[in-house]
Each structure stands twice: as C-alpha cells, then as structure tokens.
C-alpha cells in the first residue's frame, strides 16, 4: 500500500528532494543516487542535499557530485524522500515539511514520521526498496543505477554477512550484477581504496583494544586521531573489530570528539540490545548497531557506559 | 572432458582420498568435505587427509572433525582427488601416487600433474567445481554440503570482492542458501569468532604499516607472536590491510619465523604479477596473491623483497 501512495505522490509531483541521514554511509548515498536517477526518467525534476559530505570512498560512484552538502531547504519543492532516517532530526536539514515527507526506512526502529512511510524491516538495505520502487515504476534501472543499488547492499549487509543477509539479498544482487554493476570494482573503490590514515587509526585503536568476560571495547583519543591524519569517517567499522572476538556479544568504541565529549558506537552479536544503552544516553539505533554521545572525559564515559553494558549482559 | 574422465574414475573407484594443500583456506576444507560427503551419498569409501590442522575457525563445519592430520598416506586407495595444489609437494603429504591423482584447480598457476587435471580458472572457487561435479553426478546437494561449499565461496572470494567474482558467484551463493546454507550463520563462525589474540597482533602489525609510492610492507617479528599470543593461522589476511590502502599496488607481510627465516605473503592489485617475485625465491601462488620463504634475518629479506617489488613497479 506504502508503495501504491508513493508512486501517487511521485506522479503528482514536479520537484523531488532526495535526502538521508548525517554522517550517510553506502546505503544512504547509494540508494539516494539511484533513487535520483528513477526521478529523473520520469521526468522530475529533482535536488539531492546531505548535511554531510560524500564519504571519500563514495565520489566514484555515478552522479555522486550532484549531491549538495547543506543544512538548509532553500528551495520549495513538492515531495521530498527521506531514506534510512527515523525521523527528520536525524538527516539534521532544517525546513523540511514533514507534510511533504515519504519516509522509505528498511530499519526495525523505523518510525512513521511522515506523510507516507514504507518501512520494511525484511529489506537487506533501503537499495532494496528502491530497487522495488524502480520496477513498480516501470523504470529501466540502468547500469549507473545497478552499481549504485549494489554498492549501497553490499556495504549495508558488510558483504552480505550481517544479520539480514538472507536469499533476497543475494538474488538482488546478482540481478544487479546482470544489469551492469561490476562486483570486484566496486569492492575495489570501497573496500580496497582506504587512506594511510584510516589504517594507522585502526592500529591505534587495536592496541587499546580490552576485553573482559563478554564485553570488548576500544578507544580512540584526539592524539591518535591527530597523530595518524584521520578523518572523523574513518573511524567508521573499528567497532567491528571488537564484536568480531571469539565469545564477545557486546563491543563500544570510545571516541574522544575536539569539544571533549565522547562519540560511542555500540555493537552487539548476541541478545543484548544496545539500542536500549544508547537510547538511555539520548542516542539511537538498532538492536545490534547503535550510538550515542557522553560528557567527557574519555575514562568517565568509559565507566558509564561499561557499567551499562555489563548490567545487561 | 575432465568432468567426464573424473566421474568415470569415480565410478571405478572403491576407496577415495580427499586432500588438499598445506596450510589450508576455508576453499581448501569446505570443497574437501562437500567432496566427501558427495562420495559417501555414492558408496564409497572416503578418508579425509591433511597435513596442516583445520583452522580453528573452519572446525564446526559439518564432518570437519573426519579430517585427520597425516603427513603419511598409510592406508592404501584407488585415487585421490587433490583440491587447490598445483603439485604433488603442496599437500604435504607423502606417498600419493600421480597415476592415482585427480587435480582440481581454479587456479590460473594450475598445472596438469596427475592422472586427471581438472583446472578451470573461471571458477571463484573449488566449491563452486565441486558443485558442479554434484550436479553431474547427480548426487544430492544437503544442507549440510552446501553449508561447507558456502564457507569456501565466501572465504576464497573475500565475501564477494577479490577479483574472480561474478554473476556466477552470486547465482551459485544464492543457490547454495536456497539448499539451506545459512550465509550470516557461516559469517558469524569465519569473521566475527576471531580470537582476541589475532586482533592483538593485527595491531601490532599494523603499527608496523610502511607505504612507500604504490608499495606498502608490514611486518610481524616473533616478539609480537609472543607478546600476543598469536598462532600462525592468525597472520592470515594481515597482509590485505596493506594492499587495501588508496594508491598502493603491491604489498608484503614479512614474518619472522622460530627458525629465524622470514615468510611473505605478497599480494597485488594493479598490474604487477607477484607471482613472479615469489618464484623468483622459490615460492609460488598467482598474479595478486603469492608467498615464499627467505633467509633471515628480517631486515635483509625486507631489504631483498622491497627491491624486487620496486624493479616490478
């Protein structure tokens, strides 16, 4: 039914805003793009705003520049798509018309803050949705359109590893490998073009990798980002480092930010919902992946957030 | 001609051993025990060889406790299916007989030295020849074998991303999960089940890191295997956080070994073919992946491998 309404509302609109979440990951820009591309075959005309920058491995893909960085709607516009947020806040624009809102989420923690909502939490990635959307559209998804979708599935599901992952996930993407993406490209520019920086970051935060009982966890200070030349994206996955320890189902990465408070990203791969920590700090997110941002400094937030964490394990 | 040749043999055969090489890879088990499991549905008499124990992370695999650890073939058999060697000596192993041999290779390096040589550089991995000997031989594939042939498509493509990955690839992941291969089970067991020491000595490693213009080395002394705890499987898959860097197109992982020689692990994106250089010291492998084996101690074999690979860039 979500569908049926948002192809309506899509007929019926001129202008189209195609936005996502801050700091967007793959999915996001991926699902964004091809969405961008759908839009236009049918004519509309379309603005794609993000109130972060494209993450570096991301500007190969197809169209990626016409993505504008702002915070702002200065422009009107009929309808705007809002994919992967929760709710308007999180894509952090500001004048977005929630009357005017299609929120297209594949998150269990998707809310329906909008005109129209399609939540779908069976689909492996928004892409998923998209895709769906391109073919009840009656939309040819071209071979830019594929390598976006693909790579939006792909680092969604961590290379089709993470929960999720499932036969429809691996089925669309070998249909989007017969439409034109290239598989080994893409994990080439996103998975095998990773700065000097990202890598001497990850050595850093390993060798503060700790571990106790079920719980792992690991810092990053402003020393470390400062000493290797990181970028705030290139912390992105370190996490994953520390849920992926034999015995571990519950992993947070301590970040220190310039302004002296601490970014958590939290992981789980067992019961525990990490979404209920981070809520409890005013953060948010899945069951398995959330985040949320503490006071400094770094050891008290450590403290909390560990007393948290072993309460729940 | 080769399928045909190897279940005619099959066909004739009573006894069969299953092997494969040295220091196995998930390929290497996985295709053995799929391989096993399809002569048992057949009748025949089968005995798992290898000289290297089955990596921690492979031993849930169904049947993978069959695998027995020999360096001698005591017991005598009608033919032998060798799996991933381009020669007798890659296994390890001692009185196989090359009339007896059946050679299954996916590799470019492969080479026709047995009785049978089914080589076909198409295939992403053994798993997916294997496949499709089941299928010509018309033998039931369980849920239980395509669980094991999943884990060797997963692990020898890098989850879907090193070169080799196709259309193929995916159709043959989605239809091993049709037959009831779990992919995020599978994912959970290989990647997130680490032990915490490989961890540790990724960080080591990593704070090791050097990248010089399209040449990036690690190395990993036998202090940080003490101090970390680590065995040898968990070197592993360092060497790729090297190759993984933007702009780098050779890399090497140099380690110490309790002998005081010096392994490497070499691995190529770009046009350079490191196959060359491991040859050149006696070793092998194929154009972006290859190792060999120098004399101590570790700055003069860094010293030796930096200059090849400089001379091939």
Chains 1, 2 share one sequence.
Not at 246 to 274: H, I, M, T
């Amino acid at each position: 039914m979500a569908r049926q309404a948002i192809l309506a509302a899509l007929d019926a609109a001129q202008s189209v805003l195609i936005s996502s979440h801050a700091r967007p990951d793959g999915d996001a820009i991926g699902s964004m793009l091809a969405c961008g591309m759908m839009l236009e075959q049918m004519g509309k005309h379309i603005r794609l705003v993000l109130s972060d920058p494209v993450p570096l491995i991301y500007r190969w893909l197809p169209c990626a520049e016409l993505i504008d960085r702002s915070e702002w709607i200065d422009r009107p516009h009929d309808l705007a798509l809002l994919l992967e947020c929760d709710s308007i806040e999180r894509s952090r624009l500001r004048g977005l018309d929630a009357a005017r809102v299609v929120n297209i989420d594949h998150h269990a923690s998707g809310r329906p803050f909008a005109a129209i909502n399609w939540i779908d939490p069976t689909a492996s990635a928004v892409a998923e949705m998209v895709y769906e959307l391109c073919l009840d559209a009656g939309v040819r998804v071209t071979a830019d359109m594929a390598t976006c979708l693909y790579t939006a599935l792909l680092t969604d599901t961590g290379s089709f590893c993470y929960e999720g992952t499932g036969l429809h996930t691996l089925k669309l993407a070998a249909e989007l490998v017969e439409l034109g993406a290239r598989p080994t490209r893409i994990a080439r520019e996103v998975y095998f073009s990773n700065p000097l920086p990202k890598m001497v970051l990850l050595g850093a935060a390993l060798s503060n990798l700790r571990v106790d009982g079920r719980l792992a966890w690991l810092t990053v200070t402003q020393n470390d980002m400062k000493r290797s030349g990181a970028a705030e994206e290139d912390c992105e996955g370190i996490v994953n480092y520390a849920i992926a320890i034999a015995g571990v189902e519950a992993a947070v990465l301590l970040r220190e930010l310039p302004d002296g408070q601490v970014r958590l990203s939290l992981r789980s791969k067992g019961k525990a919902n990490v979404a209920q920590v981070a809520e409890a700090f005013g953060g948010g997110g899945h069951a398995r992946a959330s985040g949320c941002t503490l006071p400094g400094p770094l050891d008290a937030a450590a403290a909390s957030i560990l007393m948290k964490l072993q309460a729940l394990l």
